[in-house]
């Protein structure tokens, strides 16, 4: 039993991202005012980060630029360009038609009466007013400092919304799953989710899972291919030095780990500690970090919820197929009947392209396909021969009695064995009992056990005839296709053959 995941990339090297510019369009028709701006804006930067300077030279040239940039932080724009309310109609299609209320714009203009101060600022959510004789090269540097703090700081309150949104939405999304391999694929996709708000902090990591032994000390590599689960053995030693010491730090800590834009989410439920290793491009934020501590409390509970849930369910599972195993050993079957007809449905399942949740379910009820016999008197059940009239007519109830034992049961497990055992001995062309269904009124389970449950029969000795040789059996599967089976699902079994003759070699009867 493994009780610790670890993820992380597999790079190398860290690599510093250069931190995005703040992006400012100028508006305005006098070129002498673009140059004159870029000249006294050329050093300026603010939160170790410079500035790209977009221009337009018109008002429609700016919402050409606006359709370009959705992360635009300021807007320095003029009144009078192509009409003397040109910069005025702009800034109400910012606000109105683009509902663009976190860019911040500075009206500079060098006609004053036509905007008047105190009107602009009401009318038009404008950020503040300049006349363009009075902006010199220190107070354009205030006008900048102050606006893009206000930009920050309003995008801060759309992050903390957004990631809560999110984080309520991951939470929900993840407490609805119950295995621990979807959990983990779940988690690393919300996770990325939380992060990957703002245009500055995107998360930028391939993650991989590594499994720890606590008690061994031992970690492999937990890799996902094809459906499949595989694990290697990792040297602790091999992964990069800020990886290995942050996680070694949770583990000390018992807490989540932050170092610039790295970070550990250390999750220890009561029989299960996970470990998330991240890095974004940035700085983590008090934000982010209140957000992902959040989001690891979740996952604490979601844990424990999950092994508890696993334990059950093998629980339920395990009884199932003990009760199987008992029924068929009242007519003198071994109990690898059961456990073939479960493997051979569950590749039938797969082949005809069941989700894994479903092939895993009518794995686990496949062994009551024949609770019914309970009720059959061992007369009939073991008779050493062919059943006469009367003796096949008891014979059949047992379908409808097992049915009838296992539905209501509430259980998602019984309910779908209720369905296999009532179903499993229809036939396609409507010839089977006990309701005489045919084709596609035939419910899907049940015939995908009536194609394995034969199969197995025919292949085993039974109380009142010997196995039949493949080709007897062949031959058999040949005629009734149409018949007694699905053709399409009798087309998968016998193109796949090879794999369901492997299970039967792998689980014979001793």
């Known amino acids: 039993m493994t009780d610790m995941f670890l993820f992380s990339d597999d790079s190398p090297q860290e690599v510093k991202v250069r931190k995005k510019p703040w992006k400012v369009l100028v508006v ?15 050093s300026f930067e603010y939160l170790d980060r410079g500035l790209e300077l977009l221009h337009a030279y018109s008002a429609k040239g700016a919402k050409i630029i606006l359709a370009q940039h959705d992360d635009i932080a300021l807007i320095l724009l003029d009144v009078v360009m192509e009409t003397d309310q040109a910069g005025l109609e702009l800034a109400a299609y910012i606000r109105k038609d683009l509902n663009n209320h976190s860019v911040r714009i500075v009206l500079r203009t060098g006609q004053p009466g036509q905007a008047p101060e105190h009107q602009v600022i009401r009318d038009y959510d404008i950020n503040d007013y300049k006349n363009k004789t009075e902006l010199t090269s220190a107070k354009l540097y205030t006008v900048l400092y102050s606006n893009l703090r206000s930009y920050k700081d309003i995008n801060t309150v759309m992050r903390s919304k957004a990631a809560l949104e999110r984080l309520i939405i991951a939470s929900r999304g993840i407490s609805s799953i119950h295995g621990l391999k979807s959990f983990v694929n779940l988690t690393m996709t919300q996770l990325r989710d939380l992060l990957d708000i703002a245009d500055d902090k995107i998360f930028g990591c391939e993650s991989d ?3 720890y032994h606590r008690e061994t000390k031992e970690i492999k590599h937990f890799l996902i291919h094809e459906s499949e689960e595989l694990e290697e053995a990792v040297d602790l030693d091999n992964l990069p030095p800020i990886k290995r010491k942050m996680i070694e730090q949770a583990i000390d800590l018992g807490s989540n780990v932050y170092e610039d834009e790295h970070f550990v ?3 220890s439920g009561q029989k299960a500690s996970l470990i ?3 890095k974004v491009t940035e700085y983590i934020s008090s934000i982010d970090r209140d957000i992902l501590n959040i989001f690891t409390e979740n996952l604490i509970s979601i844990i424990d919820n999950i092994y508890l849930h696993e334990a059950l369910d093998h629980s339920q599972k395990e009884l199932i197929y003990r009760l199987g195993e008992v029924v068929e050993s009242r007519s003198n079957e071994t109990g690898y009947h059961v456990k073939r ?3 051979y449905s569950a590749l039938l399942a797969e082949l005809v392209g069941l989700p894994d949740d479903e092939v895993e379910l009518i794995k686990s009820a496949s062994p009551l396909h024949d609770m019914g016999k309970i009720a059959i008197p061992d007369s ?7 059943l006469d009239a009367d003796e096949w007519e008891i014979m059949k109830t047992h379908a409808l009695k097992g049915y009838n034992v296992l539905n209501g049961a509430g259980l998602v497990l019984l309910d779908i064995a209720a369905t296999i055992a ?3 001995h229809e036939k396609w062309d409507g010839s089977g009992y006990p309701r005489g269904l045919a084709k596609e009124e035939i419910h899907l389970y049940g015939r995908i056990i009536a194609i ?9 000795d039974r109380c009142y005839k010997k196995a039949w040789p493949m080709n007897k059996i062949l031959a058999l599967f040949e005629e009734e296709t149409g018949k007694h089976f699905d053709p399409r699902l009798m087309k998968l079994f016998m193109n796949n053959l090879d794999k369901f003759i492997e299970i039967r070699d792998r689980y014979q009867d001793e």
């Open 380 to 386: 009939v059940l073991n008779k050493p021969g062919k």
């Open 28 to 42: 305005d028709d006098e070129k002498d005012v673009h140059a004159v701006t870029s000249l006294a804006l050329g």
């Open 265 to 267: 989410m250390f999750c």
């Open 422 to 424: 009532l179903t499993h």
């Open 341 to 343: 007809v479960a493997y």
């Open 209 to 211: 899972a590594y499994f």
């Open 452 to 460: 394995a449950d034969v199969f197995d029969a025919l292949g085993s």
């Open 276 to 278: 998330f290793y991240g």
